[in-house]
């Protein structure tokens, strides 16, 4: 799959689906900084995930009475994180073996001069 007709959002869902994984209680501006996206997307990415029903939302109290959020993988956002995964492990091996091959052309154009 080139990256012309890819999913633009596959990398961010991918990396947001690993930052929840590893911390449910991080807020929507955490992510947002963590991901290098702004606090919009993150919520359109987000938002398409729990859409989706890869990822559930629920209410936990924080310290000084503040609401706060616990975003979980559900079993299918579990098995939709190794499906992106393995897509987007295919897709940079891809990338890799295009970019060893046109190393491999660069240094036999410069070793022919």
Do not use: C, W
């Given at each position: 799959?080139?990256?012309?007709?890819?999913?633009?959002?596959?990398?961010?869902?991918?990396?947001?689906?690993?930052?929840?994984?590893?911390?449910?209680?991080?807020?929507?501006?955490?992510?947002?900084?963590?991901?290098?996206?702004?606090?919009?997307?993150?919520n359109f990415v987000l938002k398409a995930l729990i859409d989706r029903g890869l990822v559930k939302v629920e209410n936990?109290?924080?310290?000084?009475?503040?609401?706060?959020?616990?975003?979980?993988?559900?079993?299918?956002?579990?098995?939709?994180?190794?499906?992106?995964?393995?897509?987007?492990?295919?897709?940079?091996?891809?990338?890799?073996?295009?970019?060893?091959?046109?190393?491999?052309?660069?240094?036999?154009?410069?070793?022919?001069?």
């Amino acid at each position: 799959m080139n990256q012309s007709t890819e999913n633009p959002n596959l990398s961010h869902e991918k990396k947001l689906l690993d930052v929840i994984a590893a911390n449910p209680e991080i807020t929507q501006r955490e992510l947002s900084d963590e991901l290098g996206l702004s606090l919009g997307k993150t919520n359109f990415v987000l938002k398409a995930l729990i859409d989706r029903g890869l990822v559930k939302v629920e209410n936990f109290k924080r310290s000084n009475n503040k609401m706060g959020y616990a975003y979980l993988l559900t079993p299918q956002g579990v098995s939709e994180k190794v499906k992106i995964t393995k897509r987007f492990l295919a897709r940079k091996m891809a990338e890799f073996d295009q970019l060893k091959a046109e190393i491999e052309n660069l240094q036999e154009e410069v070793s022919k001069e």
